[in-house]
């Protein structure tokens, strides 16, 4: 068996919305018989998804390393392209809790964005607060965000951005709800 970067990619349980996979690389050391030092190609993966171009999907060796590119924005349309192949999971899990109707884990389609996560948790009950979104980057940073629930916002905005497995999104509760709890 050879492994190719698709299947390092799959095994790195697939790509965010912010990996661009027209900017995939890889980088080899070459044998002192070869001259040794490092090569570097870069691939226009991307290609493979949506052109079925193989030759960009490259046979690797022990200590290859692959690095996708990361994007400023979220590339939806590659996103969901991934998901038709079996790249990415088909599937996220995102955690809803707070003023929704059924708090918990939430199952979607990758690409999906956090408005379809509240409705798929049955709603918001009323007197809600603010949303709080919090996501945790590979890089060990945290992407935290506090923001009013607009139900219409557009996809892939601030307040309604695209999920990652592993988001959390919690509705407040507000000034009015947080009363009325205490004195029940």
Not at 3 to 26: H, K, Y
Not at 59 to 75: A, E, T
């Amino acid at each position: 068996l050879f492994l190719t970067v698709f299947d390092a990619i799959r095994t790195a349980q697939g790509i965010t919305p912010f990996s661009d996979l027209a900017a995939v690389e890889v980088t080899r050391k070459q044998t002192l018989s070869a001259g040794g030092g490092r090569i570097r190609t870069k691939l226009d993966f991307l290609s493979l998804i949506t052109e079925g171009n193989e030759s960009q999907n490259i046979r690797l060796f022990d200590g290859d390393v692959v690095s996708v590119g990361k994007s400023p924005v979220v590339l939806r349309e590659q996103l969901l392209k991934a998901g038709q192949t079996n790249l990415s999971p088909q599937f996220i899990q995102v955690y809803v809790s707070g003023r929704v109707v059924t708090p918990g884990g939430v199952t979607l389609p990758q690409g999906s964005a956090l408005n379809q996560a509240v409705n798929l948790a049955g709603g918001t009950k009323l007197l809600k607060g603010k949303v709080e979104f919090i996501r945790f980057t590979r890089e060990g940073e945290v992407d935290r965000r506090v923001f009013s629930y607009n139900p219409n916002a557009a996809s892939a905005s601030y307040s309604n951005p695209i999920l990652m497995a592993g988001d959390i999104v919690r509705v407040r509760d507000s000034a009015l709800s947080a009363g009325v709890g205490q004195l029940a």
